[in-house]
Nanobody, 123 residues
Framework: QVQLVESGGGLVQAGGSLRLSCAAS????????MGWFRQAPGKEREFVAA????????YYTDSVKGRFTISRDNAKNTVYLQMNSLKPEDTAVYYC????????????????WGQGTQVTVSS
C-alpha cells in the first residue's frame, strides 16, 4: 500500500520560509520521480516542482524559480520543498506526488498522491 504523507505546512508572513516534507512508504522510493503541486481555493491544481529519481534533475514552474528548492533523501524515503521569500499568492494546499517515469508537469501523469498540507502566507 503506497502512502505519501506531507508535513511542514503552516501560517507564515510574506517574505518568510517554510520547509515541506513528504514521507513515502510502500514504494521503491529511489525509483520514482517526485513532484510537488498546489491548489488554491477556486483554482485548478498546478505544478510547482519535480525531482528525478537520482536527485540530479529538477524542474520548477516559473513563478517559484529562485525561491523554492526541491530535494530528496532516498535513504529516508523523503522529498522536501524548501520555500523561501514566500508571497501571499503561494497560499494553497500543497501535495506531493510520485510517478515511475521521467519528470512531468502534468498532474494526471502522477500515480500516487498525498493528502496535502496547507500553506498560508499572510501579507
Amino acid at each position: 500500500q503506497v502512502q505519501l504523507v506531507e508535513s511542514g505546512g503552516g501560517l507564515v508572513q510574506a517574505g518568510g520560509s517554510l520547509r515541506l516534507s513528504c514521507a513515502a512508504s510502500g514504494v521503491t522510493f529511489a525509483s520514482y520521480t517526485m513532484g510537488w503541486f498546489r491548489q488554491a481555493p477556486g483554482k485548478e491544481r498546478e505544478f510547482v516542482a519535480a525531482i528525478g529519481w537520482s536527485g540530479r534533475s529538477t524542474y520548477y514552474t516559473d513563478s517559484v524559480k529562485g525561491r523554492f528548492t526541491i530535494s530528496r533523501d532516498n535513504a529516508k524515503n523523503t522529498v522536501y520543498l524548501q520555500m523561501n521569500s514566500l508571497k501571499p499568492e503561494d497560499t494553497a494546499v500543497y501535495y506531493c506526488a510520485a510517478r515511475r517515469l521521467a519528470i512531468m508537469a502534468k498532474s494526471n501523469a502522477y500515480e500516487y498522491w498525498g493528502q496535502g498540507t496547507q500553506v498560508t502566507v499572510s501579507s
